[in-house]
């Protein structure tokens, strides 16, 4: 079965910019995978942030961003705050109506 | 606003069947698919399936051989059995809708812990 890959950690400072892949075991991440990212806090149901690669989620602030880079999906943070500190998962659909969750990305702001 | 609300018994006894409920308000069941998502304590999300109130189903294969999913349009409900457990189903279960135009999760339920053991 296909793995999606994530980071498990990453780390980033107040304010800084951190960029959060998700790739795939086997070939390169496209726009056809249409990639959706979200986002959890402990304890806490998922947050949808980004869809179809990079359509931001209602409500979800500017400093989120979605891209394809190189053969990955991507999660830009711009400007990280402290309330950004939670777990990243990104998903990719397989086609025939199925989808797979990546590892997740622990992310820490300090 | 659309919420979802799980519900079903929160222990489970090894070998039998697990099964859960998603209530939908604020918005038809119908023409969505509707999807079941678990997280083992400390662990990652794992998309067990989806339902389009048609009735199709697609399954992840690593839990094919286990899960059925169901849906009542007269409720706004839809479900999820799992026959069989282990204490490696133990988790918090998620309901959600998707967005097949765009293939993602835009509204998640709150989560349901369900554990397995004797």
Do not use: H
């Amino acid at each position: 079965q296909t793995v999606v890959t994530q980071e498990p950690s990453f780390s980033v400072s107040p304010g800084g910019t951190v960029t959060l892949t998700c790739g795939l075991s086997s070939g390169s991440v496209s726009t056809s995978y249409y990639p959706s990212w979200y986002q959890q806090t402990p304890g806490q149901a998922p947050r949808t942030l980004i869809f179809n690669t990079n359509i931001r989620s209602y409500g979800v602030p500017d400093r989120f961003s979605g891209s394809i880079l190189g053969n990955k999906a991507a999660l830009t943070i711009t400007g990280a705050q402290t309330d950004d500190e939670c777990d990243y998962y990104c998903v990719l659909y397989m086609g025939n109506g199925n989808s797979v969750f990546g590892g997740g990305t622990k992310l820490t702001v300090l | 606003q659309v919420q979802l609300q799980e519900s079903g018994p929160g222990l489970v006894k090894p070998s039998e069947t697990l099964s859960l409920t998603c209530t939908v308000s604020g918005a038809s069941i119908s023409s969505y698919f509707w999807s079941w998502i678990r997280q083992p304590a400390e662990k990652g999300l794992e998309w067990i399936g989806r339902i389009y109130t048609g009735g199709s189903t697609n399954y992840n294969p690593s839990l094919k051989s286990r899960v059925t999913m169901s849906v009542d349009t007269s409720k706004n409900q839809f479900s999820l059995k799992v026959s069989s457990v282990t204490a490696a189903d133990t988790a918090v279960y998620y309901c959600a809708r998707v967005l097949a135009r765009y293939n993602y999760f835009d509204y998640w339920g709150q989560g349901a812990l369900v554990t397995v053991s004797s």
